[in-house]
């Protein structure tokens, strides 16, 4: 790569990374500021996690159910099928619950802001509603945030119930296992530090979520195929964001707590 | 007089009494180095329709944009009612923006929402009652020839019946300053020509400063070149030689306001490139 295309291509990349901080700053301060749009929170609210609620519990009741059937088979091996209740709970609360609910959210929702945004950039709506006096942080980037976040928070709640059903489905009826011991050992396995890990990791991904797609949709240049490139982008950098930041949580975690 | 709208908003960054509704000084802005306006000065008196023309890309949507605060200038000031907009906070000008009606090239209606809420945009996000948004908006889609619309979505109406309500969404605040975005551009002539009448309309009858680009001239010396009659609802042409004396040309090239006058000084122009442009 010449150094001239090098160059540019740094300094493009820290301006995006200056650019999404910027926004993600100006629409934390618009929070504590007036006006709010607590019926627009409302609306996304119900088309990011309303719409989303089928996605979420079949990849939850899924996800529950194959970790059940796989470790069912590897726990056999040392005679510990009856842990399999265990291992599919913290699984699902500490990791597989707030991260796979969040890449389904991510998908669904991040690219549906960043085309949304995006098709309103590129035809001039974003324009027209500041020339009309409304700031579009405060109108449409905002009440997307505080939904995501609030949303990403229960249906990480529901994946995890679903996912423990689908893994007492697959322990009961195919394996042969015996319902009150699968309920009980997810149930006695878990501590308070386990379920506060699984519900702070949807809270940093729903902001993620929210924030990479508002930023690839309001910096969306060139027509509808930009409008297609901020969208996939949108997807791509959301999801790698929640991998890397949950390692990140991951580590702090278990560095205060323990486990 | 004060609308309702303006009557609602801090009074800080309202008009100031007796300002030019629209002074640009030195001003220069360039994107990724290639500088689209350099050093523009002008002025727009209260009244006054500016005709700003000029080969396509040559930054008039540019200027326009500055005008209204939608982009920032790398030098020079901007004076919209006597408030420098430069200066000025993003938060501040929102509450200006009460007083600045603007029209973008394709309309730039809100696709998802129906004409009724389009048009009444902005009195909805300042809280007035749905009865009083409901008859302001009846009023401005009168004005514009399209009351039957309102419960229509933007896609369901036709490219001029757009740009009409784009227009009707940018008086519908009764605003002191107008900005028109070529609001004829790709539009037939026949069409092109009743948006002409709408904007000579809101020229004669309400007397709004106003700064409008149009690719087409003979938009433009219709403009200059009639009047509205209020009485038989219609463009009259004045007698001829004449022209409208609150309408005034200007002419952007490469960047540069290269004229700056009345209707007369420009078909009167020796330059070269006015007089290619105009043929």
């Not at chain 1, 265990?86 to 389904?104: A, D, F, R, Y």
């Not at chain 2, 430069?86 to 009460?98: G, K, V, Y």
């Not at chain 2, 605003?175 to 026949?190: A, E, Q």
Request: proline content about 4%; aromatic content about 8%; hydrophobic content about 45%.
């Amino acid at each position: 790569m010449p150094f001239a295309t090098l160059d540019s291509f740094a300094r493009k990349s820290v301006r995006s990374v200056q650019d999404y901080a910027t926004l993600s700053g100006r629409a934390i301060s618009n929070l504590f500021r007036h006006p709010r749009y607590v019926s627009d929170i409302f609306t996304q609210a119900d088309i990011i996690g309303v719409g989303s609620i089928p996605i979420v519990i079949l990849t939850g009741f899924f996800t529950g159910a194959v970790l059940a059937l796989q470790s069912a088979a590897s726990l056999a091996t040392f005679g510990a099928t009856a842990l399999t209740g265990t291992l599919v709970s913290l699984s699902m609360i500490k990791e597989l619950g707030p991260v796979l609910t969040s890449l389904m959210i991510s998908g669904r929702n991040a690219s549906g802001m960043a085309s949304e945004l995006g098709s309103m950039v590129v035809t001039e709506q974003i324009d027209a509603m500041r020339a009309l006096g409304t700031d579009p942080m405060k109108k449409l980037v905002v009440p997307r945030m505080v939904a995501t976040v609030i949303m990403n928070f229960f249906l990480t709640i529901i994946s995890d119930t679903v996912g423990i059903l689908g893994g007492a489905w697959v322990a009961v009826q195919l394996l042969g296992q015996s319902g009150s011991q699968y309920f009980h050992n997810a149930y006695q396995s878990l501590r308070y530090p386990d379920v506060f890990q699984g519900l702070v990791k949807p809270v940093f991904f729903g902001f993620v979520i929210a924030s990479v797609g508002c930023y690839f949709g309001m910096s969306t240049r060139g027509g509808t195929q930009g409008v297609g490139r901020s969208t996939t982008q949108a997807v791509v950098v959301a999801s790698v964001l929640i991998i890397i930041i949950d390692f990140l949580i991951s580590q702090f975690m278990i560095g205060i707590f323990g486990r | 007089m004060p609308t309702a709208l303006q009557e609602n908003a801090t009074s800080r960054f309202q008009p100031k009494e007796g300002e030019l509704p629209v002074v640009f000084e030195d001003v220069s802005i360039a994107f990724d180095q290639n500088e689209v306006l350099k050093d523009i000065s002008f002025q727009v008196k209260h009244g006054e329709t500016r005709l700003l023309l000029g080969p396509a890309g040559g930054g008039k949507s540019v200027l326009l944009k500055l005008a209204n605060g939608l982009l920032r200038p790398d030098s020079g000031r901007i004076f919209i009612f006597g408030h420098e907009i430069t200066a000025m906070h993003e938060n501040e000008i929102f509450e200006l923006r009460s007083s600045v009606g603007m029209v973008f090239q394709e309309g730039a209606l809100f696709d998802s929402m129906n004409i009724r809420d389009n048009v009444g945009f902005q009195l909805m996000e300042h809280h007035v009652p749905d009865d009083e948004v409901d008859s302001r908006v009846e009023e401005a889609l009168k004005f514009v020839e399209l009351d039957k619309t309102m419960e229509k979505f933007p896609s369901q109406l036709s490219g001029g019946m757009r740009r009409r309500v784009a227009i009707a969404r940018a008086i519908i605040a009764k605003p002191s300053l107008l900005l028109y975005d070529s609001p004829t551009g790709g539009l037939d002539p026949i069409t092109s020509t009743n948006i002409i009448a709408l904007t000579m309309k809101q020229r004669d009858v309400y007397h709004t400063s106003s700064i409008l680009i149009t690719h087409r001239l003979q938009d433009a010396f219709l403009l200059a070149t009639h009047y509205f009659d209020r009485d038989k609802n219609t463009m009259v042409a004045l007698p001829s030689g004449e022209a409208d004396r609150d309408t005034s040309f200007m002419v952007l090239h490469e960047g540069r306001l290269v004229f700056d006058g009345s209707t007369h000084d420009l078909v009167h122009s020796d330059d070269p490139f006015l007089k290619e442009y105009l043929s």
